[in-house]
């Protein structure tokens, strides 16, 4: 995995415990990209620098 990050220099973070518990760094190109967009969107045009726990439309837990 590399250490690309998503937007404005922000790590992304995956839990795939689905319950906070397993929070691990990912690569912006292992996400989807319709969830990266989601997450992009987050970022820029909803202003949050930081966000303890997203659940994006796959499902899955990311935080930034």
Excluded: F
Excluded at 18 to 33: F, L, T
Excluded at 34 to 43: F, H, K, N
Aim: charged content about 20%.
């Amino acid at each position: 995995m590399s250490d690309t990050t998503l937007a404005c220099g922000t790590q992304i973070q995956i839990d795939r415990s689905g319950v906070g518990h397993c929070w691990k760094n990912i690569a912006a190109d292992e996400i989807p990209a319709a969830v990266r967009q989601e997450i992009e969107g987050e970022i820029y045009d909803g202003g949050q620098d930081t966000c303890p726990d997203y659940v994006a439309s796959n499902g899955l837990h990311y935080r930034w």
